[in-house]
């Protein structure tokens, strides 16, 4: 008896291990396939992506590629980040499917919902980038150039800045999931969260700071939304707790 619990111990180690990788091989399959579909329409989402800078650009302005093979790799990246992000979806479930089976009850009722509502926000911290912010942006920055500078960007410099930009508000939406999963696990309990208030409202200016370009505009875009959802986060960290307690009370 004694020997064989080891040995089961070892053949489930395995089979999660070989779970894991089938997993894995189905996410690479699954980025590669929609990379196939991205990558056919690359320039045209290079040039929606590009528009918010071309419509404030001045006349007869362009963007230009500075590398030989830039014309060529960097809509092709941008259409694989694409891919990625549009599986972030299949993703998530696959990572839902290999740890749920080691969750409780409570804690499936708990990650089940973060993991839709990260997703949301993510795409809502980008969307809200793209819409909003940078029309706003580009058009204060392509304005600020002094006399005699032709703005004219690189493709690729562009496309660097603007995923740094999309991860940046992407992450920052994430504010109100990282709120709750604090509280969740009683790292911090929501009390203390609002004692703390005016350091977290200094505290998302600063982050803010070195987030977006150098301009009070887009700072303030980003710093404003970043304490409004930790407000959000704040407040449904409150209701989770509850009903996570009443729920390991009924187990």
Known sequence: MTSQAPLDNEQSFFSHLVELRDRLLKVVLCVLLV????????????????????????????MI??????????????????????????????????????LYRHEKLMVAPLLLASTLLFYSGVAFAYFLVFPLVFGYLTSAAPAGVAVMTDIATYLD?????????GLSFEIPIFTIVLVWTGIITPETLSEKRPYVIVGVFVIAMFLTPPDALSQTLLAVPMWLLFESGLLFSRLFVKKDSAAEDRE
């Not at 528009?51 to 362009?62: A, G, Q, V």
């Not at 603007?162 to 940046?168: D, K, N, R, S, W």
Request: glycine share 4%.
């Open 161 to 169: 800045f603007v995923l740094a930009m999309f991860f940046a508000f």
């Open 65 to 102: 590629a500075i590398d030989v093979a830039s014309p060529f790799f960097t809509p092709f990246k941008l259409a694989f980040v694409v891919a990625v992000f549009v599986s972030i979806p299949f993703i998530l479930y696959q990572f839902w499917g290999f740890v749920a089976p080691g």
């Open 35 to 62: 990379f196939v579909g991205t990558a056919s329409y690359a320039n045209e989402i290079y040039a929606y992506l590009a528009e918010p800078l071309l419509l404030h650009m001045p006349k007869n302005s362009t």
